[in-house]
Each structure stands twice: as structure tokens, then as C-alpha cells.
């Protein structure tokens, strides 16, 4: 069907659509190691145009999880995904209508980060539902939190790599020039690193500033019913009149979910910001496969260097923003070159603001919606 952008026609979300039972009992073959796990955003060499928002880091101050008191043992600046992911994002990416942006706010998950989000929302369901038997519990719980599981055969979703967090974001057209005008310098094979860094930087700020999310009806990881994603279907369904919010988050889903399966997603019936490839045994089980092939995962070498250059960077983005210039005068033993890219960043943060800072693009901490 042809996207039809002026009057926001989209086919509907079939009632039945993102079901994944038995999902954990899809076999699962052998990894041929083919298809790895790769950056997203910022210095990625493959996927630095897509705009990541790392949500259980805390990477930005939309995040509940940037408070200090609720930080998440083991979670990730950078954004890692299976290789065949990020190409399937970067289709979806280039599906969009001129001004619309992917913006990711998770992939790969390790298992601590995982363990936490899951016994925090069963204790939050516990508190909630008192009376509530173990089993049902944990049978809710895994609606929204997948349990973190250390059997090969059963991985959790994000742990494969072949899971995504995904919202639409849009820009007004003298922002989405500026922008285009940034990703065609950072094109340039012979930008050197600081000059790089420093770009991203400006790009970033474009997107956290005035990009705003399209309305989905619920913030990212609201923990209830309405996050459903034929929640508003099955209104319709049964002979309800949405109102003209509830008609414009149900059209956005519907634009989201559409996007998505044209790039090769799977969906997920729980949650309108969650897909899988259907190499995972929850995107096969939708999908109707009989086997999946993306088994558990772990950072190799090359991601925790890239992992660890990105904290570098923040770190030293946060102590100029502090500090300013007094912050590289201290510096001692410094290169030429990371001198440079001090500079470049304190340039950056004097022309941009706060690189925390995010306008928009609302999230929730993940827990059982209040009554």
C-alpha cells in the first residue's frame, strides 16, 4: 500500500499481529558467527547516521535511568546490533518521508542489564497486585521483560542482538537541512577523528533539540495495556470512536509498524516500539519459521573498543562542559591530537549546549502503570 504523507493513511495493524507463543521452544541452529555485533551511531563506520538514545545508560536526560539512583548495572553508551540488523534499520531509515528519522533507544542487552529491568517490574507488579500468584505474576511480568535467561538454547531477545527499541522522530525542514548538510561533511574519507567528533557532536544536537517524536499514544517502555500494539485497533475493532489524539497515535503506530515489516521486522504484540528479526526465535516464531539462528551474544574485542572510546568521549564532553577551557589547560602529557579533539569538543558544547540534553522524545521508567 502507498504511504499516502499529506493525509497520514496507513494500513491498519491486523488484530493478531506480533504473537510470539512458544517462541522460547523454536530450535535454535548452530551461529555461523557471520553476522556480528556492530555499533550503532556515533563512529560507527556502517550506521553513524542512525540516531541512537541509549535509555537504560542514561545517555540522555529524557531517560529515567539518567538519575544516578536508578542506574543499571552493565548497560551500554553505545547501541550494538547484529550486522544484518543495522542494514534492515538503515532500510527502514531510508523508508521514511523527507524530515523522519529512526531513533533507537535499544538493541543488544547483556544479562545484568536484563536481570534488573526484569526483577524491578515483577517487584513493582508484586507491590501493585499483592494477591497475586507467583506464576501470573511472572507471566505478566514477561510481557513486558523477557526473563533474562543464561540457557543457550533460550537467549532473551536483546541478548541476540536481533532485537530492537524503535520510535519515529520528525524535523522541520530548515533543521533537516542543516542536518543533510552535516552528514554529506561527515561523508568525507579524509575528516580527520576530532573534526569527526566534533561533527557528530552538532548532528546529535540537531536531533536531541528539535527533533520531535511522533505521538504513540504512550511514552517508550510504559508498562500497561495501552502500550499494545493493536491496542487501538482492537478499539475500532469493537465499535469505539477514538478521538482525534487517540486516531493520530493509532495512525503512527500503524506508520512505525509499516516501516518496520517493509524493512523485515518482525512485531511484537506487547509493545509498539519493540521488533525482531526473524532470526531470532521470538521474530521466527511471528514469523512462522521453524527455526531461528541468532543464539546469545557477547561484546568481542573490537565492541568494547569502541564501547570504551565513546565514555571516553562523554567523559570528557561532560568535564569541558564543567570545566571549559581550564579543563585541557590541566590536562598534562597530552598528544597534539587529543588536544584537538579537546578542542573540537569544547567548540562543539559552546555552540550546541548541554550534550545531554534531550527536548523530547518522552520515556518512562519500566514499571506497572499507576491505576
Known amino acids: 500500500m502507498v504511504i499516502v504523507e499529506k493525509n497520514e493513511i496507513y494500513p491498519a495493524i491486523p488484530l493478531d499481529a506480533g504473537q510470539v507463543q512458544g517462541w522460547e521452544d523454536i530450535p535454535l541452529r548452530e551461529d555461523d558467527g557471520l553476522d556480528p555485533l556492530i555499533p550503532l ?16 545508560f542514561g545517555e540522555h536526560s529524557n531517560s529515567p535511568y539518567a538519575e544516578h539512583r536508578n542506574k543499571l548495572e552493565g548497560s551500554l553508551l553505545t547501541l550494538f546490533a547484529r550486522q544484518s540488523v543495522v542494514r534492515r534499520l538503515l532500510v527502514a531509515e531510508q523508508l521514511l518521508p523527507a524530515g ?3 531513533l533507537v533507544f535499544d538493541a543488544y542487552r547483556p544479562y545484568q542489564v536484563q536481570k534488573s529491568l526484569h526483577d524491578f517490574y515483577k517487584q513493582k507488579l508484586r507491590e501493585k497486585y499483592p494477591d497475586m500468584d507467583n506464576e501470573t505474576l511472572e507471566t505478566e511480568t514477561q510481557k513486558y521483560v523477557s526473563l533474562p535467561s543464561m540457557d543457550l538454547t533460550r537467549p532473551f531477545p536483546h541478548n541476540t542482538g536481533g532485537s530492537v527499541d524503535v520510535a519515529i522522530v520528525k524535523l522541520d525542514q530548515a533543521h533537516e537541512e542543516e542536518l543533510l548538510q ?13 573534526k569527526r567528533v566534533g561533527m557528530e557532536m552538532r548532528l546529535s544536537a540537531i536531533m536531541r533539540r528539535h527533533a520531535k517524536m511522533l505521538d504513540f499514544g504512550t511514552a ?3 508498562g500497561g495495556e495501552k502500550s499494545a500494539l493493536a491496542y487501538y485497533e482492537s478499539k475500532i475493532a469493537a465499535g469505539e470512536i477514538l478521538t482525534e489524539s487517540d486516531m493520530l497515535a493509532c495512525n503512527n503506530r500503524r506508520f512505525l509498524f509499516w516501516i518496520m515489516t517493509q524493512a523485515g521486522f518482525q512485531p511484537y504484540f506487547a509493545e ?15 514469523a512462522g519459521l521453524d527455526y531461528a539462528t541468532f543464539g546469545a551474544m557477547s561484546l568481542d574485542e573490537s565492541n568494547i573498543a569502541h564501547e570504551n572510546t565513546r565514555l571516553k568521549i562523554r567523559q570528557e564532553a561532560l568535564k569541558l562542559q564543567r570545566e571549559g577551557e581550564l579543563a585541557i589547560a590541566r590536562t598534562d602529557g597530552q598528544t597534539v591530537a587529543q588536544t584537538a579533539l579537546l578542542v573540537e569538543i569544547l567548540a562543539a558544547i559552546r555552540e550546541t549546549g548541554d550534550p545531554t540534553l534531550v527536548e523530547d522524545w518522552p520515556a518512562e521508567i519500566i514499571a506497572p502503570p499507576e491505576a
Open 41 to 56: 551511531g556515533p563512529l560507527s563506520q556502517e550506521a553513524e547516521f542512525l540516531m541512537t538514545s541509549s535509555i537504560y
Open 100 to 102: 523522519h528519522h529512526l
Open 182 to 194: 552535516i552528514r554529506s561533511l561527515l561523508t568525507d574519507v579524509n575528516l580527520d577523528g576530532a
Open 220 to 222: 517508550f517502555d510504559h
Open 272 to 286: 509498539w516500539w519493540h521488533f525482531n528479526a526473524p532470526e531470532s526465535q521470538m521474530g521466527a516464531a511471528t
